[in-house]
C-alpha cells in the first residue's frame, strides 16, 4: 500500500514538471 502511495506520488511529481516544462516552452515558442 506504501509502495502504491509513493507510486501515485511519484506519478503526479513527474506530471507536475512536464506540465512545468511543457509551459515554458509553450511561452518561448509563442514570445
Same mark, same amino acid.
Given at each position: 500500500?506504501?509502495?502504491?502511495? =509513493?507510486?501515485?506520488?511519484t506519478?503526479? =511529481?513527474?506530471f507536475?514538471?512536464?506540465?512545468?516544462?511543457?509551459?515554458? =516552452?509553450?511561452?518561448?515558442?509563442?514570445?
Open positions: 500500500m506504501i509502495k502504491l502511495k =509513493y507510486c501515485c506520488y506519478v503526479r =511529481y513527474f507536475k514538471k512536464w506540465l512545468f516544462a511543457f509551459h515554458c =516552452y509553450l511561452l518561448s515558442v509563442l514570445d
